[in-house]
């Protein structure tokens, strides 16, 4: 395994709950967008509802909003809803890098592997994001499921879209996928990766990780760079 982990030359990371600590801002931005489509708070539906916000963290949120709420209307109202909220939980200044990960990609970077941040939310909430922790230059890449066609999570589609633009990898088998869930997992095996590695900073575990198809798990993404460089 280890000539495997030490060819990979594109590392595509998860952003909130893998980079990015958030403390639960999804699950409040959520609150919002449910109140505006007449979800009452403390009520089975609502309840419902959070839990499977919860399960499927990772995946595209207007494809979550689509599942919860039936017609595309309905759906696109709650997902504006949520990127407002969050949007505005982000500028409060609520958010903040996981220890060591801004140095696990620098890290990485320096050691030749060419690295891309990726998503589940639209362009204007990555992007308020990566302003917020002082990160838009931090990597080459940023990716957002519509980058990659609209598909987000678990479809491989942005890891796929970052193999290609990039030109950093010769095969998928030199490409790292790490995320907080299953759904990241997923994306990674289903695009062929060579290492699929979920972290425990978020909101899955081992045991959904590795039903996923990891192939490592992590205690953190700041374990990442020893872990290519065949140090452990």
């Not at 996981?98 to 690295?115: D, F, K, N, Q, W």
């Not at 095969?171 to 060579?194: E, F, H, I, N, P």
Request: charge should be negative; include cysteine; hydrophobic fraction near 45%.
């Amino acid at each position: 395994m280890t000539n495997t982990v030490e060819n990979i030359r594109l590392v595509v990371l998860d952003m909130a709950g893998t980079t990015v600590a958030d403390g639960g801002l999804v699950e409040r931005a959520f609150e919002t967008a449910a109140t505006e489509l007449g979800v009452e708070p403390g009520s089975a539906e609502h309840a419902d509802h959070l839990a499977y916000v919860r399960a499927t963290m990772g995946e595209s949120k207007i494809s979550v909003f689509r599942h919860l709420f039936g017609d595309e209307s309905r759906a696109q109202r709650a997902n504006t809803a949520f990127e407002k909220a969050y949007g505005g939980l982000v500028d409060a200044g609520l958010i903040a890098p996981v220890p060591g990960a801004r140095e696990a990609i620098e890290e990485l970077a320096g050691s030749g592997r060419t690295v891309v941040l990726t998503t589940g939310f639209a362009r204007g909430t990555q992007d308020a994001i990566l302003a917020a922790l002082g990160w838009r230059d931090l990597v080459p890449l940023t990716l957002c499921p519509a980058d990659a066609g609209g598909r987000g999570r678990p479809y491989p589609d942005m890891v796929l879209e970052a193999f290609v633009r990039t030109k950093a990898a010769d095969d998928v088998t030199q490409v790292a996928v790490v995320g907080d869930t299953s759904y990241d997992v997923l994306s990674g095996v289903r695009a062929g990766a060579g290492l699929v590695a979920g972290v425990r900073t978020g909101a899955h575990g081992d045991e959904a990780f590795r039903a996923a198809g990891a192939t490592h798990v992590l205690d953190s993404v700041a374990g990442l760079p020893a872990l290519l460089s065949g140090a452990r």
